[in-house]
């Protein structure tokens, strides 16, 4: 188990070096327009070279990304060209803005899809099963952004219960988060109702539920003894997988509803060309995504007495 | 153990004119029609058939778990003389895994993975019985003491995949016996496993019966192993009983055609490729949906009569004189057996002729590493894994030899390196008077590779599901460069199909428009599409219905004879290999513990792990003796095997420490006949044979 | 693979064989809705010109509710206008061209480099599948969103690029299906059988092992049209998809919303139509696991 463990997180400290290569390599490999990024299209030839001169940009690319991932790993990101501060002081409250975002969402999606997902497996095919089956297609199908435009058109303009923003400009505000939690609620509890459902139907289906039934255990115990451990160390993986698939749906949900988190923060750098801001934020979401996955593996490894014992 | 219902002294379970049904969306199918069986307390009933004749729907029937689209549609099954259609949910659940336990063909797939073993026993009393933990888990070590384990602590902590599948097959059966249940339902407990770890069960299943006198219904395609189990005995043929009685009266004096011809299929010690063949079923087991009218067996009979046999309302007759021996045929006091001569297949006296194959002292050894980057960092780590060790042998032309030993004993690992797939590590392996063995098929010539082919085990997997029966015959007509010409390879499709009896407008059809049989016999014909030299079947029929088996058996004897091929035949059946080798190869983990002629090695002296081969093998044959021989223990990993002698943990006729520490070395009591053994020549000679025939039946096929 | 077919004479062809299997999905109602959603919006694409009341980039009445008529009096903006007075109708009709466009090009790439990857992944195994996988692993782990904002920051917002970055992104998930599928049918009999005939390894990957991983790749391949739809209507969305003027559901989405004191409605329509565009594929996938599991 030790040695599973010090594997895979010596696999996850590749992915993250690879991962910087890429990310260096997408923005920073042209130093013309790293200099026009930072310095604006409006400045001269010789203010970008000067600049490149004085940054270190004239050294071979494999010093400056050397030099690029030092600076990385002891958490100076750089300066950022819009905030005009460093990228640090901009980013970890932003991402704390977005865990408490994410965190919500994930679990209430969990808690719903998890439910949902065991009700509909238990009896393959039954009223109980199709319902929720139709329901996550009908949710899954709708884009983030779409569920944002119909959920603002029903509970802020046509009933204005909520506020149609959640800038939280005077201080913080629960009720501000309801609108984007449900957004990214609707989307996600789908998937994970579906995975729990077919992993649900799969366990009920095999030789070792009859055997438990025939062996004269109350039905409710088979279900909660025999059925829900085995079939939720599938759904727990996908669950954990699902934080990856969420930063994407956090950003759209953070831009249209302009919460100040980490999703709309990468939004404005990428439109403004902050080449630093989106390299730290690009790096952070890989290493929130690949820590999880790392995170999923291990414990599915400890779910699983298959694998632990082997 | 519920008190009101152990004093009820009738029958213990009777099912009365029980029909079961099926219901999809194509509409009503009937799986189990008519069904009537009467077990007494402390009998045991055997149901005996081939796949889908409805025998294990009777058991889950009996246990009333049907599943979402199974129903009884007619009948009763009587518990202890109540109607168990009168029982309620709770009565149910009560009854289950307390009055009437099961024990199921996959223990692995039976027992929960992510639960201890001793959970999952516990469970068993903890819920019938109002007891306390400690009692529960009192009760559940000694029941695994009882069935035989060792260490029942350790079992009782560990999970299930720790440990091998015979031990999980007995910490089934300790679940079943737990609550001391008056009937016990075993569906072919044993089919999943190696022979001589299906012995172990068989015995024990014998002294449970003995010992708890619990009344027992064993379902199994094998009749040698009713034969040992059971006291009576159903034949199923396609959802109906055609034939019950003891197992006495059914197996020495069967009634029915189908009976007889079951018996004709399987190769008993008597029979014999030359003087007495096998006699296959013609035509194939019809679908629950395609039943004929009147007698379902009519169309494969014999003795078929039109505007008799295909009436409808056709019902069990008993059989004068021998109260409980019922027959389902309307002929069967017409048909006179004693002239009745059927023609059997495989028939022929063949002489071998030069070597064609010769195995040299042949190696092959796997290195084990890890290739994942993670170990690529932390430093490899290489493990071997002796596969094969110092095979030698010869295969002449027109000689079958086969290959014997169970799971793990490298039989796979010895057809890769035959045809290419693996090189070898050392030794030479000649074929055609050229070595292969380090030659990988790429390397080798058209000719090379279509001269020496395989046949497959499994006949859903052998063929492509996405090609056409002719298009995968063409492709590898054209590989080997038999023809080239498009006609001309047709041409050819047809001849090969024409070979394997089968009507020629299959070239156009899909392998699953096919039935197991069918596809086993395009199999053939692709292995003979190159005409080759020599053929390496591997376990070729072992997945087939009896009656189909003896069919495909026959018909790859006949193409062997006529064109004189090589056949390398790899089998776990000692019965078929007696039947149809010239000469066996006996191997357990990777060594050839011995060889000879099929005479030679099928009569002492024998090496210990033949003997206990040999004495494992089910015979359904009520005139048959057979010492009983148990292997104790656990078949060792090929990763770790042990030392000296590779059989010493298990054998019965250890001599002592040199078992343990020296190679044994390789002994010829008659020339040819080799055996790896310490025991000296003298014990050698002064063995038993395990199997021995009453005087009044035929003589044994090794004379 | 044409020198399979030809050597012995077939009753049907392999065009007539994939027509005969889609008409299975008529066995399953929710296959059938899906599939009636996406003829549906493959027609509008097909007949936009015919079918849309306006040009789609032509300014009018500026923000018009639903069925108000026109400036000239000669048309009515069914669905209203945008703040350019451009009719949302004709450019949801417009905008089905580009999404029915660029989904199934972008899905196609991503199967064209994706399952030569998986076959080579799970079929040679070892080192292969090692590099393979890894790298599909260090796209994998980038969210996808993130990724594509890295990538059309670098290479700009485009149609072709889109396509780019959707292939970059979802081929390493393709690949991973392809290797499962292939891992489990490489030690098939009849795969077996043509190792030792000799066959070589591309061979055996094209003829043996892919036809007979068709069927969950069809499904995942509706699966992830869906998604794809998405993932252009979210960049459109977010500003990074096709530039303007020409019309895009997300990019209207995106323009529409920011009126919705005025109207919320206007912005509802486009999202109405992506969603059901999405709709129609996960349904159709669906329908189409049920019916392959049925036999």
Known sequence: ?310 | MSSQSHSFDGPVLECRDLCISYFTRAGEIPAVIDFNMTLEQGGSIGLVGESGCGKSTVAMAIMRYLGGNGAIVGGQVLYKGRDMATFSEEELRQLRGNEIAMVYQEPMASLNPSMTLGAQLMEVPLCHENITEEEAYKRSRQMLADVNLPDPDRIMSVYPHQISGGQQQRVVIAMALLSNPSLLLLDEPTTALDVTVEAGIIELIGQIARKFNTSMVYISHNLGLILETCDRVNVMYSGVVVESGTVTEVFDHMRHPYTKGLFGCIPLPGADKTARPLVPIRGQLPLPHQRPSGCYFGPRCDFFQGGLCDRDDLTMTQVPNEPGHDVRCRRWQEIDWDSYHPEGVGAGETQAGEVVLSINNMKKYYELTDNSIAAMITGKRVRYVKANESISFDARSCETVAIVGESGCGKSTFAKVLMGLETATDGKVVFNGKDISQEEVQNRTPEQVGSMQMIFQNPFDTLNPSHTVGAQLARVIRKFGVESNKDRIEQRVMELLDLVKLPREFARRRPRQLSGGQKQRVGIARAFAGNPTTVVADEPVSALDVSVQAAVTGLLMDIQKTYRTTLIFISHDLSLVRYLADRVVVMYLGHIVEQGTTDDVFAPPYHPYTEALLSAVPIADTSVEKTRIILEGNLPSVTNPPTGCVFNTRCPRKIGSVCETEVPPVVEPTPGHQIACHLSMEDLRQMKPVIVMAEDAAPPAAE | MTDQAVSVPRRESPLLRFVKGLALIRESWVGMIGLGIIVFWSLVAIFADILAPFPPNQPGLPLAPPGSASLDGLGVYWLGTDQLGRDTLSRIIHGSRQVLLYAPLATFCAYFVGIPMGLAAGYRRGLTDDVLSFIANVILSFPVLVLYIIIIATIGASGSNIVIAVTFASAPGVMRIVRGLVLDLRNREYVFAAETRGESAWRIMLVEILPNARGPLIVDACLRLGYVVITIGTLGFLGLGLPPPDPDWGGMVSELRQFAIVDPMLAVFPCIAISSLVLGFNLLADGLREVSLRD
Request: hydrophobic share 55%; charged share 15%.
């Open chain 1, 1 to 310: 188990m030790l040695i599973f463990m010090v594997r895979r997180f010596g696999t996850m400290a590749l992915t993250m070096l690879v991962v910087s290569i890429l990310v260096f390599l997408l923005l920073e490999i042209n130093v013309e327009s790293v200099a026009t990024k930072v310095l604006g299209p409006y400045t001269s030839q010789e203010q970008r070279e000067l600049w490149l001169e004085r940054n270190g940009y004239t050294d071979p690319a494999i010093w400056r990304y050397l030099r690029w991932l030092g600076n990385f790993v002891v958490g100076d990101f750089g300066d950022s060209v819009r905030f005009k501060v460093p990228v640090s002081d901009v980013l970890w409250p932003r991402l704390a803005n977005t865990a408490i975002l994410g965190g919500i969402a994930l679990f209430i999606a969990s808690i719903i899809g998890l439910t949902l997902g065991v009700i509909a497996g238990m009896r393959e095919g039954g009223a109980r099963d199709r319902g929720v089956s139709v329901g996550a297609v009908l949710t899954t199908s709708v884009p983030e952004f779409a569920s944002a435009v119909f959920l603002s058109g029903l509970l802020v303009f046509t009933w204005p219960v909520l506020p149609g923003t959640s800038g939280m400009a005077d201080g913080f505000d629960l009720v501000q988060l309801v609108l984007p939690v449900m957004v990214l609620v609707i989307y996600d509890w789908g998937y994970v109702a579906r995975m729990t459902r077919a992993s649900m139907a799969e366990v009920m289906m095999t030789h070792y539920i009859r055997t438990a039934v025939l062996k004269g255990l109350p039905y409710g115990q088979v279900i909660r003894k025999h059925a829900l451990r085995n079939a939720l160390i599938a759904p727990f993986t996908v669950i954990m997988l699902q934080i990856n698939w969420l930063l994407s749906g956090v950003i759209v949900v953070e831009v249209a509803f302009a919460y100040k988190g980490f999703g709309s923060l990468l939004y404005e750098a990428s439109l403004n060309s902050d080449i630093y801001l989106i390299e730290a934020c690009a790096m952070v979401a890989v290493f929130v995504a690949v820590m999880t996955q790392t995170l999923a593996d291990i414990g599915y490894t400890y779910l699983n007495p298959r694998i632990r014992f082997s």
